[in-house]
C-alpha cells in the first residue's frame, strides 16, 4: 500500500509534530531531572545547609560548590542557579531575598573552657581570641558585656568567621560565633556557648539568583524552603550559655 501525495504531505506533517512533541516531553523530563546548583561559603554548606538537606524534595539533585571566598554572583559565568551570598548586598540583573540574620558570642572547645577556668568576661583578656577579616565583632561584644574597648590580646586573624570557629572547635582559642550558624555544633558539645551577652543581630545571609530564572520552579521550591527553615530554626529556643 502507498501513500498519495496528499497522504505524504499529512504524514510529513504528522511526524513533525510528533518530533516536536517528542522534544517538548523530552524538555520537561529534563528539567525535571536537573540538578540544582548551589554556591555558598564553607561555612553555610558545613554549618547549615548539609546537615538539612534531607528536607529538600530533590536533595540528592542538589549540587554544591564551596567559594574560597565571598561566593561570585555573575550568573552570566552560569556556573550556578543559586548564590547563597554574604550579607544582602543587591546587584543589577540579580534577584536577591535576605535570608538570615543573627547575632554573635563567644565560643569554645568545652575542655579549653574548664582548663581555663573562664568564669566572667574579663576571663577572656587573657586568653587567645580568634579574629576574623571579614567582620570582626569583638570589641563591639565587650562594649556589650560592660567593658568597654579593652586592650585585645593577640591571636590569629583568619579570612572568615568559618575559619576562626573551626579553630576555636579544636581547641585553639576562643572565637566569635554567628548563632545562626553553631545551633548544631552546640548541640553535638563541641563547641560551647560562653556567657549570654551578644551582639545586635545583623544581616548575614541572602538568597540570590538571576531575576530571568527567579521564578524557576526548582529555585523558587529551594528558596522556599530555605526560608522556612530559617524560621523554623529562629523559632527554636536558644541554647543557655556554659558560662555564668
Not at 29 to 37: F, I, K, M, S, V
Amino acid at each position: 500500500m502507498a501513500l498519495t501525495l496528499t497522504g505524504r504531505a499529512h504524514a510529513g506533517k504528522l511526524i513533525g509534530l510528533l518530533d516536536l512533541r517528542d522534544d517538548s516531553t523530552r524538555s520537561v523530563r529534563d528539567a525535571g531531572e536537573r540538578n540544582l546548583r548551589v554556591l555558598c561559603t564553607p561555612g553555610f554548606a558545613a554549618r547549615w545547609l548539609v546537615p538539612r538537606r534531607h528536607w529538600l524534595d530533590f536533595g540528592d539533585r542538589t549540587r554544591l560548590r564551596v567559594s574560597t571566598g565571598a561566593p561570585d554572583i555573575d550568573s552570566s559565568s552560569k556556573d550556578s542557579d543559586v548564590v547563597i551570598q554574604w550579607r544582602d548586598t543587591h546587584h543589577p540583573g540579580v534577584h536577591t531575598e535576605p535570608l538570615m540574620t543573627s547575632s554573635r558570642y563567644p565560643v569554645s572547645n568545652p575542655d579549653l573552657m574548664d582548663r581555663e577556668d573562664i568564669r566572667s568576661p574579663r576571663d577572656l583578656l587573657r586568653q587567645r581570641l580568634m579574629y576574623d577579616e571579614t567582620d570582626d565583632s569583638w570589641q563591639e561584644w565587650f562594649a556589650a558585656a560592660g567593658l568597654g574597648a579593652p586592650d585585645l590580646p593577640p591571636g590569629p586573624t583568619s579570612p572568615n568567621c568559618e575559619l576562626a570557629t573551626t579553630a576555636a572547635e579544636q581547641g585553639h582559642g576562643v572565637a566569635m560565633a554567628f548563632d545562626a550558624m553553631v545551633h548544631g555544633t552546640l548541640a553535638s558539645g563541641r563547641l560551647v556557648r560562653l556567657f549570654d551577652t551578644d551582639t545586635i543581630p545583623g544581616a548575614i545571609y541572602s538568597v540570590a539568583c538571576a531575576k530571568a530564572h527567579a521564578d524557576d520552579p526548582m529555585i523558587r521550591s529551594f528558596r522556599d524552603r530555605l526560608h522556612e527553615e530559617v524560621r523554623r530554626s529562629q523559632a527554636a529556643t536558644a541554647p543557655m550559655s556554659a558560662a555564668q
